[in-house]
């Protein structure tokens, strides 16, 4: 694949699911925790898991979007990563992740993808 340059950006859509699922089990887990504790006010935990995964979206959402990996002249590149497609021994999919392991067994995941498995069957066209 010589010349052309396939990019794959994060996705604010994916971003923003995967919080609200964390959210969910952070609240669960919260609320968990303070139920062990033979707490009164157990309900307390699912504003604290709430709020907590909030803070984290809100505060890690413009480093995380901007994240843009890319396929170009043989190598994948993303944010402090270089992978010959040559290194690559396997694409998964995982939610709206993308894993890739390379022959080393180094592993890299390509984030909050809109479509991952358009983005494995990317990757897998320029290995070929």
């Known amino acids: 694949m010589s010349g052309a ?3 794959f950006p994060a996705d604010r859509g994916a971003y923003i699911r ?10 669960g887990g919260a609320m968990a925790v303070l139920w062990a504790m033979d707490n009164p006010y157990v309900w307390t935990g699912a504003p604290a898991g709430l709020a907590a995964i909030a803070l984290r979206g809100w505060y ?3 480093e995380e979007l901007a994240v843009v990996w890319e396929i170009s002249d043989g190598i994948l590149s993303g944010p402090g990563h270089r992978v010959p497609l040559g290194q690559i021994e396997m694409v998964r999919t995982m939610g709206s992740y993308v894993q890739v392991i390379t022959r080393g067994g180094d592993k890299h995941l390509i984030k909050y993808q809109a479509d991952p498995a358009a983005t494995k069957a990317a990757i897998e066209r320029a290995m070929t």
Do not use: G, V
């Open 60 to 62: 890690l959402a413009s």
């Open 5 to 7: 340059t396939l990019r």
């Open 18 to 27: 995967n919080h609200t699922w964390m959210a969910a089990i952070a609240m």
